[in-house]
């Protein structure tokens, strides 16, 4: 077997791409010829042929170039790459969708009006969702602060403590991780709408977001705790500090990244859930701005009256709002990033 010895091995290798654009020139070629002489039909099949003959390809050319081991390894890349590929494509038709719809339906008012004299079947350019966006962010505030408190706490006592309860307390986040929004939603509206002098309000609404909050940031933190080095904590308690001050003092601030990101995912996961609040918030059509009293409203509520309103008006509406929820959480995350790092430095 031929082996190739590089002449400076302190220098990158130089890549030659011309063999791959050719091979990725036949593989169009070939995906176009067999589409066009065989039953197969559609993008899906263009995108099967292609990547069937591209594989094809570069495992061949490797396997000429330089040996068995080598298309091997050609081959488990070009699995890779695609499953990539078929993970990251409908991300990127959800935004693309999602943002070519919603764009259409975006003015200056729409984020200075509310729909309190306003109809979902009026022009597009009359109302707002200014009401909309005050209960979403209240909602997000609220329930990341009841829940953020409470995750952190229970992914170190899971991780760092492992009391007696360890067992029983995973088994409840496990659990909590697979229970319906919807039953949080009724949860909270039977323990307090139903029995106690509670109505619809931002708080009623918050608790159930905080509910499905918590196992997400929770499964998350413990992953994130569980990838420190336990030299860390070691050389910590080597130091003679205890074991609470070294887990504060190192564990944490090690893994600020990771939490942080947990945080992210948790406020993610709750940003668009619809059915909890559709019993817990009351609805409202203008801006409430205590969200301990009186109904209140939330982008995910909006979205939902806009779709069952079916005219085409409410629909793009519908989508306008998609888009504002999703630039919400963007902001979150830009904010949540930028404070992470410049703790860091």
């Not at 197969?40 to 170039?65: D, E, N, P, R």
């Not at 298309?71 to 488990?76: E, M, Y």
């Given at each position: 077997?031929?082996?190739?010895?590089?002449?400076?091995p302190w220098?990158?290798?130089?890549?030659?791409?011309?063999?791959?654009?050719l091979?990725?020139?036949?593989?169009?070629?070939?995906?176009?010829?067999?589409?066009?002489?065989?039953?197969?039909?559609?993008?899906?099949?263009?995108?099967g042929v292609?990547?069937?003959s591209?594989?094809?390809?570069?495992?061949?050319?490797?396997?000429?170039?330089?040996?068995?081991?080598?298309?091997?390894d050609g081959?488990?890349?070009?699995?890779?790459f695609?499953?990539?590929?078929?993970v990251?494509?409908?991300?990127?038709?959800?935004?693309?969708?999602?943002?070519?719809?919603?764009v259409?339906?975006?003015?200056?008012?729409?984020f200075?009006?509310?729909?309190?004299?306003?109809?979902?079947?009026?022009?597009i350019?009359?109302?707002?969702?200014?009401?909309?966006?005050?209960?979403?962010?209240?909602?997000?505030?609220?329930?990341?602060?009841?829940s953020?408190p409470?995750?952190?706490?229970?992914?170190?006592?899971?991780?760092?403590?492992?009391?007696?309860?360890?067992?029983f307390?995973?088994?409840l986040?496990?659990?909590m991780?697979?229970?319906?929004?919807?039953?949080?939603?009724?949860?909270?509206?039977?323990?307090?709408?139903?029995?106690?002098?509670?109505?619809?309000?931002?708080?009623?609404?918050?608790?159930?977001?905080?509910?499905?909050m918590?196992?997400?940031?929770?499964?998350?933190?413990?992953?994130?705790?569980?990838?420190?080095p336990?030299?860390?904590?070691?050389?910590?308690?080597?130091?003679g500090?205890?074991?609470?001050?070294?887990?504060?003092?190192?564990?944490?601030?090690?893994?600020?990244?990771?939490?942080?990101?947990?945080?992210?995912?948790?406020?993610?996961?709750?940003?668009?859930?619809?059915a909890?609040?559709?019993?817990?918030?009351g609805g409202?059509?203008?801006?409430?701005?205590?969200?301990?009293?009186?109904?209140?409203?939330?982008?995910?509520?909006?979205?939902?009256?806009g779709?069952?309103?079916?005219?085409?008006e409410?629909?793009?509406?519908?989508?306008?709002?998609?888009?504002?929820?999703?630039?919400?959480v963007?902001?979150?995350?830009?904010?949540?990033?930028?404070?992470?790092?410049?703790?860091?430095?």
């Amino acid at each position: 077997m031929t082996t190739y010895a590089p002449t400076k091995p302190w220098q990158p290798t130089k890549v030659d791409i011309s063999k791959n654009v050719l091979g990725l020139l036949i593989a169009l070629l070939v995906s176009f010829v067999v589409v066009q002489l065989t039953p197969m039909k559609g993008k899906l099949a263009y995108a099967g042929v292609l990547f069937i003959s591209a594989t094809a390809i570069q495992v061949g050319m490797k396997w000429i170039s330089r040996g068995r081991m080598a298309a091997i390894d050609g081959l488990a890349s070009s699995i890779a790459f695609t499953g990539s590929v078929i993970v990251f494509l409908p991300v990127v038709n959800i935004l693309y969708t999602t943002i070519s719809k919603g764009v259409k339906g975006l003015h200056w008012t729409l984020f200075t009006d509310t729909m309190e004299k306003s109809s979902y079947l009026d022009p597009i350019g009359m109302g707002g969702i200014l009401h909309a966006i005050v209960g979403t962010m209240y909602m997000i505030i609220m329930a990341s602060v009841i829940s953020v408190p409470l995750s952190i706490l229970t992914a170190l006592y899971l991780t760092e403590i492992k009391g007696k309860a360890a067992g029983f307390i995973q088994f409840l986040v496990q659990a909590m991780s697979g229970v319906p929004s919807v039953v949080a939603g009724i949860f909270i509206y039977a323990a307090l709408l139903l029995n106690t002098s509670f109505r619809g309000s931002g708080i009623t609404g918050a608790l159930p977001l905080a509910i499905l909050m918590i196992p997400t940031v929770t499964r998350t933190a413990q992953e994130v705790l569980l990838l420190i080095p336990n030299d860390l904590r070691e050389a910590g308690q080597a130091l003679g500090a205890t074991q609470w001050k070294t887990v504060i003092t190192i564990v944490v601030p090690a893994a600020r990244s990771g939490l942080v990101t947990a945080v992210i995912l948790g406020v993610a996961r709750i940003a668009g859930e619809t059915a909890p609040l559709l019993f817990t918030i009351g609805g409202s059509d203008k801006v409430n701005w205590n969200p301990f009293n009186g109904p209140q409203s939330a982008l995910p509520y909006y979205v939902w009256k806009g779709l069952i309103s079916g005219t085409p008006e409410a629909v793009q509406r519908a989508w306008t709002a998609i888009l504002v929820l999703l630039m919400i959480v963007l902001f979150f995350f830009s904010i949540a990033r930028y404070f992470s790092r410049q703790r860091m430095k």
